[in-house]
């Protein structure tokens, strides 16, 4: 089983700081998706990247996928407390047919 | 009704007990999933179905048995289950099975506690 690491874990923070989740593999993926999931909900799409070293912004959010395909980054920029919520990367492993892989998670709080 | 639906919304159930979970999509899509979402583990894969065919299934339990019986219903059947079962159980539904940057649509879960 492949496996999507996620740091940190768990993020407390107050409205207007910045953050970073990291999602590290060892393994090549052939695009990489972030998701983010609210309390009673299911996890919807923010953004899928697929060039290595492709960064996309979406905004006050930015996603950059590492040049080897194995890793990628969100950073947020002022964060408010509607960014809370469990943030997912899932890679897509190219194997014959396309798999999707999930992380772990990182559980982020913005204070106001 | 728009987007991916999951009844009912919260289950709490018996080891002896049978019951059934169910989705709905709305987006005309050709491929479905479940999945299994519990406190310390990644989202797991349990099932896909591409067309109404089973194409997936990550080694569940016999205990889980899926059941699509069109394009737009999907159904997990229970029974015998045991505590560590409890979960949140989400549906999703993709366009294709297997298309490259394929964007799955999740439904809101059923959590489910097995006593």
């Known amino acids: 089983t492949q496996l999507l690491e996620q740091s940190p874990q768990f993020l407390s923070i107050q409205e207007g700081e910045n953050l970073t989740v990291y999602c590290n593999s060892s393994s090549v993926f052939s695009s990489l998706q972030w998701y983010r999931q609210e309390p009673g909900e299911g996890p919807v799409l923010l953004v899928t990247?697929?060039?290595?070293?492709e960064v996309k912004k979406l905004k006050r959010l930015t996603f950059q996928f590492g040049d080897a395909r194995k890793d990628s980054s969100l950073h947020i920029t002022a964060a408010q407390p509607g960014d809370t919520g469990l943030y997912l990367c899932a890679g897509v492993m190219n194997t014959g047919f396309q798999k999707l892989v999930f992380g772990t998670g990182t559980r982020l709080l913005v204070s106001p | 009704e728009t987007g991916v639906t999951q009844t009912p919304r919260h289950l709490v159930m018996g080891m002896t007990n049978k019951k059934s979970l169910k989705c709905e999509q709305h987006l005309g899509h050709n491929a479905m999933y479940w999945y299994k979402q519990s406190a310390k583990k990644p989202l797991e894969l349990m099932f896909v179905?591409?067309?109404?065919?089973?194409?997936e299934n990550n080694s569940v339990p016999s205990r889980f048995s899926p059941e699509c019986p069109n394009s737009s219903h999907l159904f997990l059947h229970l029974h015998t289950l045991q505590p560590e079962d409890s979960a949140l159980y989400l549906c999703?539904?993709?366009?294709?099975?297997?298309?490259?940057?394929?964007?799955?649509?999740f439904g809101p879960g059923t959590r489910l506690t097995v006593l």
């Open positions: 990247v697929v060039t290595g070293g």
């Open positions: 999703a539904s993709s366009q294709e099975w297997g298309r490259l940057y394929n964007e799955q649509f």
């Open positions: 179905y591409s067309l109404e065919e089973r194409v």
